[in-house]
């Protein structure tokens, strides 16, 4: 990031490995000593993996503590305590949850889970106050859990399309093969019931910020030469990236809050 920038953007490669972190945090400490106006984190088409880095980048980056209030519960039956207590999440759900009959899940029942998670400022956090942006589209896993808790956090705003399938926080899925097709399957054991009112809510495929990029901006950014630089590419290709900037003036000119965008 050059000395002239005032947004900083993190492309995580993916959000799978710890051990990549050191990564992430030498190029946010770099940052600390230059103006910076906005954060952008691009996550779009991630697969994710590991909460553990996406909690750690937030956390070197923000000057503040940050809420995530959580609602989780999965159907009340063996194979899912058995499946659960084996996962140090889950056992936290069978330990701590409360049966309860979910009126807009066909009345069945769940044990379900009411906590809250607190993200404190690292000790060597570069003590950031302003906006961060995530865009979004495509992700799954850790990718989406920082997109949900985007969704949840004053000052952190998803930017993006809605997801095709199915996000919020949740714990690895069963894995299923048919003996002779080999066909796989995995099926959540856990629903993501924080905020939901009705049965499409536990989907959680809205971003704070929905874009809808034309054919003709979608064939640009995907066609896009593969030989120019970074800068031109989000300057001029990137719809995603564009909308964001956009956030940017209007919340420097107060014409715009960050989650009334």
Excluded at 189 to 201: G, Q, R, W, Y
Excluded at 207 to 230: F, G, T
Excluded at 243 to 255: C, E, F, H, N, P
Aim: proline residues 6%; glycine residues 6%.
């Amino acid at each position: 990031m050059k000395k002239s920038q005032r947004v900083g953007l993190l492309r995580p490669g993916s959000l799978q490995d710890p051990k990549d972190t050191p990564f992430y945090l030498s190029g946010i400490k770099e940052s600390g000593d230059k103006e910076i106006e906005a954060v952008v984190i691009d996550v779009r088409n991630n697969s994710g993996g590991s909460d553990e880095v996406w909690w750690t980048i937030i956390s070197h980056l923000t000057n503040r503590k940050l809420a995530y209030e959580m609602r989780v519960g999965t159907k009340n039956n063996n194979l899912n305590l058995s499946y659960l207590s084996r996962h140090p999440f889950g056992a936290g759900i069978i330990e701590k949850g409360k049966p309860e009959r979910i009126l807009f899940l066909d009345d069945e029942e769940f044990l379900v889970l009411d906590t809250r998670m607190e993200l404190e400022p690292a000790e060597d956090s570069i003590q950031y106050p302003g906006p961060i942006f995530v865009l979004s589209g495509n992700v799954y896993s850790a990718a989406a859990s920082l997109v949900t808790f985007a969704r949840q956090t004053a000052h952190i705003a998803s930017v993006g399309v809605r997801n095709p399938y199915i996000i919020g926080l949740g714990i690895d899925p069963y894995i299923f093969v048919l003996p002779h097709s080999k066909f796989i399957f995995r099926i959540e054991p856990v629903i993501d019931l924080t905020n939901c009112t009705k049965a499409e809510d536990i989907y959680h495929t809205e971003v704070d910020v929905e874009i809808r990029p034309s054919l003709d901006q979608l064939l640009d950014y995907y066609n896009c030469p593969p030989d120019i630089s970074l800068q031109e590419f989000l300057g001029k290709h990137d719809p995603f990236f564009a909308t964001t900037m956009a956030l940017i003036k209007d919340k420097r000119s107060g014409r715009q809050a960050l989650k009334s965008c």
